[in-house]
Each structure stands twice: as structure tokens, then as C-alpha cells.
């Protein structure tokens, strides 16, 4: 018999036969999520009666000191400039100078008497509302580390972020907007985006970026030449992922990527109206020092008033990055302290505090948990001449409304200021807690991963009860 060739398919042909394999992979591509979007979240009821309803985290990336802000130590006024009389362990870089005392004075306010130093005086004038933790530890002392710890209570990348996990819980009250959003004040702490991630939960609880300018999101903005024709788009969109949902064997990944497309649609909607403050009033404005001579005032200022206008709209978990102030490394003073922790203290004490007042004024703190925290804190001896070290053993973070206890403080550290001594606080409990507070019993939101129940605080945390009214 004799051997015929092959008959091979043109181009045309070739493409026309595969056309629908490559569609499928670019299709499988979107469906990374790997259960649909739930408005009501993975948690058919609570636990228990929740204190807070939503989560704002002020997060002060690179570590605010905590004897210059909320834990005032005498001791380092009268040893200022003497070696350090106790034995401390190996900091960030070893370089372990002489004692040095706060260039900031520090004084009793509110009924409750709590102590904020001059560095602050406008987060002070809501002492009565704050409860300070003094004994809040981290387990590691390097930026990138400590900063997914807090993040996600892990000390390294690839893990969900506290916003996804409590998103993913939770759910959202808003079908316009994501149920987690991070407000860009300008730095992405060490550790990138994974700060953020939804890692191993579906992909529709990772934290969306958005910052304040004329285009908040990228690639938000319609581009087709009218609303009806992307309407018109989007019905045959709507035609073609349903055709394919009756076909797949992942479901919910299909259903998971239709809504957010759906979602990405009513944004276009949303976030205009959202980032209009015509209808905010002249006295809000100055409140939140919107007409601060500071430019970076102004900036943070927009930032947390966006926070509050999106709770207003049902966001559940809002976190807000520091403003990038020139000359500075976030709060991350090594050498220089007194005029770097001024003006960034001078971005963001003002619209922090008038954060507080006015979600009081609206009746919104009560079930507003408001987070205001970095990620570890700062030695009480020197590095250098005038700078201060990485300092995780022990450092001052606080919180407001969302059922905790207004004008209180917890734990305490030794007499310099180095390590917690009384009433410890892990990363751990502190996730615990917030959990707690929303209504979750941590140990019971968990998620399915690599044959284990994961949860924010791993086999650990237990809730700090002290601090709840």
C-alpha cells in the first residue's frame, strides 16, 4: 500500500479548530477565585453579637516610637545620654547609643487622664475616646517581616490579609464597592502588595487600591463611545459566561468572575460620586485640614474622609496607607527623630483625630472599629546621635469605638520603655480581638487549604477581654 502524506490544515483552519482552546485558557485565567462572591460573606450567622460592624486601619508604616507618643518614661529624662543600665538584646542594625529622652513633652487630657505627648495634640483632644495598648510585640524587627505579620498574621509572603479574612467572613454591605479597599496615601509598606493579597481565599476578597486624584482606579474609566453600547456589551458578556457556566466543572470560579464584572461595572458608577466632596460642608473640610497650609495634611486629610464616606456606603474593611512626606522614611527614623516624627506627626494627627470626631458626630464610632497602629515600635536609647532603632518587645498602638473601652489603658512597659512587662499583647490576640469584636470566634473562621483549616491567627491568639466595654 502505498504511504500517503498526512494532509495538514492551513493557517486558517488551524486557527479556526483552535480559537476556541485559546479562549477557554485566557477564560480560566479570569476564574482564579475559587468560589463565588458572597454579599453575606462564608459565615451563614455570627457567633456571637458583634461590637463593630466595619474595620478603619490607620496603618503608620515604619514604626512610630512609643516613648514619644503614648508611653511616657521619666526615666529616660533623667538618664539622658547615659549608657543604658539593663541588658537589651541585639537591635535591627547593633548599634546601641546612649539613652535618649523624647524631645516631646508629655501631658494628662480628658476626663480619663490618658498621656499624649506635644507630638500629637490633636489625636490627644479625643483621649477620652482612645484605649492604648502599651504592651502590644511583634516577633520580628525587620520592616518586610513585621509587616505581613501584622498584616496577615504571618511573618511571611503569601498569606491573606486580615481585611481579606475578615471580608471573606464578613462579607460586604455594598454592592457597588469592594468589601475591602486600601486608601494609597502614597507608600506601600515593605512587603508590596501581598500586604494585601487574598492569597489561598478567593481572589474577590484581595484588597483593591485607591487613591485620591482624577483616576482613583486604573482602568475604571468607560471606554466605549456610549453607555448603551457598553450595556449592550456586557448583556453579550452576560449571554457568553452563562452559556460557559452551564458547561464548566468550576462553577463558582464562573459565577465568581461574572460578578466581578458586574461589580467593576456599578464602580464605574460609584466611585465618581464617591470621590465628589462638593456635598462635604465648609466646616468638614477645615476639620480634616483639607485647607492645611501642609501639603501632605491636605493629602491625608482627603484620605480619611474618604474612609468615612466609604463606610457610609457599606465598605467593611478600609485601610489607610501613610502619606509620603519628603526627606522622611515613613516613621522609620533612624537618625534625625525629632524632625522626621514632626512632620509626619503634622500629615496625620490632624484628620486622625477629626476622623474620630466626626464619625462620633454621625453615630458611626460606635460600631466602627478605628485601628491606629504600626508595625512595631522604636528603642529608647539612641542609634546614632539622635535616631532610634527597630524596637519589637514591646510598643503602643490604640484603638477607638467598635466596642473597646474609650479612655483606657492597657498593659505597660519597664521603666524605659523596651519590653512589655504587664498584660502582653500578640500580634495574635490582637487579630483575635478585632475578630472578636466583629462578631467572629477566630478559631472558627477558617478556610480550606492544602488539607488544613487555615485562620488569621493560626493555632494561636486569644481575645484581650480587658479592653472590651
Known sequence: MPITKPILPTRREMLAHCANGFGALAFTGLFSGRTAPSHHGALQALHHRPRARRVIFLYMDGGPSQVDTFDPKPRLDREHGSPIKMKVPKTQFDNVGDVLKSPWKFHEHGESGIPVSDLLPHIASCADDLCVIRSMTSE??????????????????????????????????????????????????????????????????????????????????????????????????????????????????????????????????????????????????????????????????????????LIERGVRFIEVTCPKVGGNDRWDQHSNLEKGHQTNALAVDQPVAALLKDLKARGLLDDTLVLWAGEFGRTPMAQGKNGRDHNPHGFSIWMAGGGVKPGHIHGATDEYGYFAVENKVTMHDLHATILHLLGIEHTKLTYRFSGRDMRLTGVKGEVVHDIIA
Open 140 to 309: 520580628f524587627s525587620e520592616h518586610t517581616n513585621a509587616n505581613y505579620f501584622l498584616h496577615t498574621g504571618e511573618g511571611q509572603q503569601g498569606w491573606p490579609s486580615m481585611g481579606s479574612w475578615i471580608t471573606y467572613g464578613l462579607g460586604t454591605e455594598s454592592d457597588k464597592l469592594p468589601g475591602f479597599l486600601v486608601l494609597n496615601g502614597g507608600l506601600i509598606p515593605p512587603g508590596g502588595f501581598d500586604c494585601f493579597h487574598s492569597s489561598f481565599l478567593p481572589a474577590t476578597f484581595q484588597g483593591s487600591i485607591l487613591k485620591s486624584g482624577k483616576e482613583p482606579i486604573a482602568n475604571l474609566a468607560r471606554t466605549e463611545a456610549t453607555p448603551e453600547l457598553q450595556q449592550e456589551k456586557l448583556s453579550l458578556l452576560r449571554q457568553l459566561d452563562g452559556e460557559a457556566l452551564k458547561l464548566s466543572d468550576t462553577d463558582r470560579s464562573v459565577e465568581a468572575a461574572i460578578a466581578n464584572y458586574e461589580l467593576a461595572f456599578r464602580m464605574q458608577r460609584a466611585v465618581p460620586d464617591l470621590m465628589d466632596m462638593r456635598g462635604e460642608s465648609e466646616a468638614t473640610r477645615q476639620l480634616y485640614g483639607l485647607d492645611a497650609k501642609f501639603e501632605h495634611t491636605r493629602n491625608y486629610g482627603t484620605l480619611c474622609l474618604l474612609a468615612r464616606r
